[in-house]
């Protein structure tokens, strides 16, 4: 099998991987809400088990293009479904958010996140196919 193939197949499985994270992370949201718990669940602990199976890729195809590239899927991804399973607006930027990336696109003067997840789903791509060239 061409190795451009199975780059392809690795990335919509990590498509499929940050798509359903964000849906265990609903199913938490949901019912750390019902329990009355303030604290919610990290959004840290998703990206580092996302990260970490990047990480695993890099193993088996020694190809950082290809790293890079499924980190950005997943930032382009992961807010846009959780947003959507929360019945938010898609491209929500919660201005009381303590998520670091949140903070700074306020700061920096975004309305939402679209710019953002539109840009790095776009570079994730573009990255993809330079993984091919490597």
């Known amino acids: 099998m061409k190795l451009h193939v199975v780059f392809i197949s690795v990335w919509v499985c990590y498509l499929a ?7 265990f ?3 938490y949201r949901v019912s750390y809400m019902k329990a009355g718990m303030k604290e919610r669940f990290k ?11 990047c990480l695993f890729s890099f193993l088996f ?3 950082w293009y290809l790293v890079v590239s499924l980190s950005l899927l997943h930032i382009s991804i992961f807010p846009v479904v959780c947003n959507t399973l929360a019945e938010r607006p898609v491209f929500n930027l919660n201005k009381n958010s ?6 700074i696109m306020i700061k920096l003067g975004f309305k939402d996140t679209e710019v953002l997840n539109f840009s790095s789903f776009l ?12």
Do not use: M, P, Q
């Open 17 to 23: 991987l940050s798509i359903s994270l964000a849906g």
């Open 25 to 27: 992370h609903d199913i």
């Open 43 to 53: 959004h840290w602990a998703w990206a580092l088990f996302y990260f970490l199976c």
């Open 61 to 63: 195809f020694h190809n």
């Open 98 to 103: 303590t998520l670091i990336t949140d903070r």
């Open 123 to 134: 570079i994730s791509v573009v990255l993809l196919f330079c993984s091919f060239l490597k």
